[in-house]
């Protein structure tokens, strides 16, 4: 889970992350974190429309490679 201050760090950066939901690429959100709680992120993504999804999931920065699931 990711934590409080990173999601801080993104919002704050307003870095692009990548949101990764599963093992296809293709199911990965791209966007900016805009607020949180203790369950979900909101994700505001290029087309502007917001997304919430669970912080279970795996951030990281966009500019990065994409972290790989199965390894974890």
Do not use: F
Request: overall charge negative; proline content about 4%; cysteine-free.
């Amino acid at each position: 889970m990711v934590s409080e201050e990173q999601l801080d760090q993104y919002r704050i950066s307003g870095e692009k992350v990548r949101v990764v939901r599963d093992g296809m690429e293709i199911n990965d959100v791209l966007g900016i974190v805009v607020a949180w709680d203790e369950s979900t992120v909101v994700i505001r993504r290029p087309n502007r429309r917001v997304v919430k999804l669970s912080r279970a999931y795996a951030y990281a920065p966009a500019s990065e490679e994409r972290p790989n699931l199965l390894e974890e």
